[in-house]
């Protein structure tokens, strides 16, 4: 019988009202009551300081230097881009002035790295380019495209494309002194907003192997750079012009760390829309993978981005056909009932564990996190915040009606626009916000996704949790002191013991209550078989599972019509000590932390709200948002030993 308790006693949430502080500020103040006794905890850095602070960012935005953003009528910079998260107001490509609701605590500016910064220079005339005659074409029919944008927008949209395709597509591969002059312009900015303690700009870009518009495999990586411009200086992006394969871009990253003493991870992009190459079980060559590969692979990828605003990657109904949430913000490809084993984290968290058993490394061990790969230069995530979609401007009642009932071409098949997401965001445990800390969480895996809302979650595996631990004001010097937090191992523990996991949720301040806190828990069996099962660990109003494991819905509490909710069921805050039932210290297994909140209004509904339109019937007006923790793994091959 499941060994657990629960509560909702609101004491984080409790203190936090009566201090008039933020939940963050609450887990400082818990920090500093506990120094004396600091030299006890776990944690995984050398300094031995736990994490108080969780940080808020997006690892993945485009501007005006991606192709397909500037092509799009995207006109606002990396400037205006770090500008806008860090809090700033903004003027939008119509004059009006735009700010983000809640500022940011970090930002990875990732424009693509293929053709960065050429349509601002071929659109310019810029010889080293185009040359005189070509420029004079371009020119020309961009006069004609400015008027067509007048009175046919996406027709305009679509002659820019075909314009780029015939003059301006591999213009800038061969002009090193082209490229690193934008390059330096990018990072030069980044330095210029990096701000110690109060925002992080971090330097990046993508690697896009491969991109057109018709199809696309999308198995891109968000490369990240822990360094300011004196290093990141050094390289010129690494494009699909040098390579599509990952294995070259992996060795490009070891030459910067080799040639600088610096350090760079890459992120993979949102996996649902890789077309099974994400996880595929073969190298770009083809060949089956090698231990090498999975230990290549580990070092320089640790996370996932899993949610985005292209659809949510977690999991699949076709994979996990016993989820009743499996099936979440699903991008619908025209072979709907194709194979999605290689496209999904947690099917890929357990080709992980099967691939670690033939080659003792676990080339998929990844932890997550979430962002926007909007390309409008804003991120911002919230439902409500209909620009995010938009462009670079306010919306109207006929452009939000065209946003979402048109189609779109991307991938293998036509997309509606109502397919868009409202997500996501990367949430860092860190002891500071600073370029050095940020990146250190990163590479320990102690992050979480969200698909916007700001839910703050702890997550600690270990053997030695009891029930009450759940509720003591000590809680975070607990999780640290008896085990491992997010991202890490557990090690192998006497044989009358199951793992236990001390977890913690507290809704968004500004947002809607919680329903639940589950458990996803995927194992290797003996004969090399995978398996997974979704635990109901913590309930809201306080439910209770039945015997058969199924749990009464929370209710939903949505006016459609309104575009609003209540938050009259659900809790503020979720805390459980649980121990796994079913654990077996022979098999492999990881577990991760998905904590919903209650149902709340769709990006649509607020569309339908505020601008009067009538949507088709089977467009979807409420969401149930939710995050995802980077899971804790277990390993018995310490007992072989």
């Known amino acids: 019988m499941t060994k657990e308790y629960q509560g909702s006693s609101l004491i984080g949430v409790n203190m936090m009202r009566k201090l008039n502080v933020s939940i963050c500020g609450l887990f400082s103040l818990m920090l500093i009551s506990i120094t004396a006794i600091a030299k006890e905890r776990y944690f995984p850095d050398a300094e031995q300081q736990f994490p108080a602070n969780v940080y808020w960012g997006d690892t993945h935005l485009h501007t005006n230097l991606s192709v397909d953003a500037y092509l799009s009528n995207t006109l606002l910079g990396p400037d205006m881009a770090y500008r806008f998260a860090r809090g700033d107001s903004i003027t939008l490509a119509n004059g009006e002035q735009f700010q983000i609701r809640r500022p940011l605590d970090f930002l990875v500016v990732a424009d693509h790295a293929f053709n960065m910064g050429v349509m601002q220079a071929v659109t310019a005339g810029d010889t080293r380019l185009l040359d005189k005659a070509i420029a004079e074409q371009w020119l020309k029919g961009l006069k004609e495209v400015d008027k067509t944008a007048k009175t046919d927008p996406d027709k305009a949209a679509k002659r820019k494309f075909q314009m780029y395709r015939k003059w301006g597509w591999g213009s800038a591969v061969g002009n090193k002194e082209f490229r690193h002059s934008v390059w330096e312009k990018v990072t030069a900015t980044a330095d210029q907003y990096n701000d110690a303690g109060k925002f992080t700009a971090f330097i990046g870009f993508e690697w896009t192997p491969k991109w057109n518009l018709e199809s696309s495999s999308m198995a891109h990586r968000v490369v990240i750079f822990e360094d300011s411009a004196e290093k990141a200086d050094h390289i010129i992006p690494f494009s699909m012009f040098d390579s599509t394969d990952p ?51 580990s070092r320089w990828e640790p996370l996932l981005e899993v949610t ?31 194979d999605r084993t290689y496209e999904y984290a947690r099917s890929a968290l357990k080709l992980g564990l099967q691939q670690e058993r033939e080659l003792d490394v676990n080339p998929f061990k990844f932890g997550m996190i979430g962002s926007t790969d909007s390309h409008n230069s804003l991120a ?60 250190a969480a990163m590479k320990r895996k102690e992050t979480y996704a969200t698909t916007g809302p700001r839910m703050v979650v702890r997550f600690f595996g270990g053997w030695d949790y009891r029930k009450g631990d759940a509720l003591q004001t000590n809680l975070v010097l607990l999780g640290y002191k008896k085990g491992v937090p997010m991202g890490g191992d557990l090690a192998i523990a006497p044989a009358d013991k199951a793992p236990n996991f001390l977890i913690q949720a507290v809704k968004d301040p500004d947002g809607a209550n919680l329903d639940r806190i589950q458990v996803i828990k995927g194992w290797l069996d003996k004969n090399g078989d995978t398996h997974e099962k979704v635990y109901n660990v913590a309930l809201s109003d306080n439910r209770r599972a039945a015997k058969s494991g199924k749990v009464q819905p929370v209710g939903n509490s949505v006016n459609v019509e309104e575009a609003s909710y209540s938050n009259s069921i659900g809790d503020p805050e979720l805390v459980v000590v649980w121990e796994d039932p079913d654990f077996n210290r022979n098999e492999s297994a990881f577990y991760y932390v998905r904590v919903l909140e209650i149902p709340t209004p769709r990006w649509t509904a607020y569309a339908a709200k505020s601008y009067g339109l009538d949507l088709p019937k089977d467009i979807p007006m409420v969401t149930q948002e939710r995050a995802y923790t980077s899971p804790i793994w277990y390993s018995p091959s310490a007992l072989k030993e």
Do not use: C
């Not at 439902?383 to 189609?407: C, H, M, R, W």
């Open 247 to 297: 294995e070259d871009l992996w060795d490009f990253l070891q030459r910067y760390q080799d040639k600088t003493n610096g350090d760079v991870l890459a992120i993979p992009h949102n996996s649902n829309l890789s077309q099974g190459s994400m996880f595929a079980l073969h190298d770009g060559k083809g060949r089956p993978l090698t231990r090498s590969y999975a230990q290549t692979r």
């Open 308 to 338: 985005q605003i292209k659809g949510d990657s977690e999991t699949h109904p076709l994979l996990s056909p016993q989820d009743d949430f499996a099936d979440y913000e699903r991008w619908m490809w025209t072979e709907s009932d194709q």
């Open 380 to 439: 911002t995530v919230e439902e409500n915040d209909l620009i995010k979609l938009f462009g670079n401007k306010l919306p109207t009642a006929d452009s939000v009606l065209k946003q979402i009932t048109a189609y779109r071409t991307l991938g293998p098949t036509l997309t509606h626009g109502w397919q868009f997401s409202g997500s996501g965001y990367a949430a860092l445990w860190a002891t500071e916000n600073t370029r050095e800390a940020l990146f």
